[in-house]
């Protein structure tokens, strides 16, 4: 999968953007709010519908500007080298086109643009809150599987739900424990798909850590589903049972509810299931979030982004766009070799953003073929030839 052009109109700062991207490395050189991220975010949203930073699509919008449009053209390998995506909105509606043709359904749009993002923020996701963690996890399975995304959308109305009932003065103990059933259901869908995901990504991880810091132990991610065992999924109880049959585990949620049922009535919201799990990021056995530097930090992103990688062309069969945004902060040289290592090798298109052209960027430039390089200035983009 590669994306061979991008068009984006006012888009953050970005007035007007005609790409032909190279099919290897691009690469975008300029000072802090230039608008290099911009770039990069662009062509993630176009193919997963949402920022990776996490904001409305209102805040993409350029300044004093009403319609935004992003438009690409992808080599596809089961599609052929012409196979269009458009998106574009205004503040009534969104419109979606898959090879020029307009369509109502995101799960026809999705999948087909596959990217994984590396940010500067990306040390945030290993420190920060619950919510990021399992934000990157979902993010992750949407791409790969479309359908997840419909699963969540169900989930969350039944945690809606479920909660309204909580909140009301004097319940419906018959509508709460219908939505009890479905909530545990659904819930249960949402933790085995996960469950089964980092599971894979972990024996990517294993593969990674053995080749390129000489353990296989070295990285590993620790499923926490909230199962309403208080205390115990943080010893990997939790994670063995996230792999446990469907019944199994649509029991274990509604016996967890039924556990903590006295303070969901105190509280008024759900005490239970995948809208509380976590997941920790463990180097050489220590929770990078409490005991990570952050460098560490960093370093253990990037690797979980390179066994996404490696997962999804191991599923799909084709590699997904890799974007890193800032990549070489903060990390120190023998873990920026490792970078440079990644770039000089990996099959798939990548887009990167730098502040400097320092002398690592000029052997890449040199040893990769058709490197593209652009230099940034208050959202134009001027090629370097």
Known sequence: MKLKTLQARNF????????????????FVGDNGQGKT??????????????????ARSQLTRWGTEIVSLKGVLEHPAHGDAFSLETSWDRQRRVLKVQGRETNRTLDYLGHLRA???SADSAQVVKGAPQERRQLMDRALVSLQPAYLGLLQRYHMALRQRNQLLKEPKRDRT???????????LGADVVRARARYLRRVNQQLARLGELKLGSPAALRLRYEPALGQVGQERNGAGEEAALASAG?????LAEG?????????????SLVGPQRDDISFLFYGH???????????????????LAMLEDVESEVGTAPVVLLDDMTSELDQRRRGLLWEFLQTVRAQVFLTGTDWTPELETLRAEVPETQVWRVRAGTLFQDT
Do not use: H, T
């Open 175 to 185: 509508s709460l424990e219908v939505w009890n059933a479905k909530f545990a259901e």
């Open 12 to 27: 953050r700062n970005v007035e007007r953007v005609d790409l032909a991207c190279g099919p290897r490395l691009n690469i």
């Open 248 to 252: 199994d585990l649509v029991q274990r």
């Open 116 to 118: 994984l993002v590396f």
């Open 38 to 55: 911009n770039v990069l975010e662009s062509i993630y949203v176009l193919g997963q519908l949402r920022s990776f930073r996490g904001v």
């Open 257 to 269: 509810i039924a556990r903590v049922e006295r303070e969901e009535m105190r509280f008024r919201v």
């Open 287 to 305: 929770d990078l979030k409490d005991y990570g530097s952050r460098g560490e930090q960093r370093l253990g992103m990037l690797l979980v982004v």
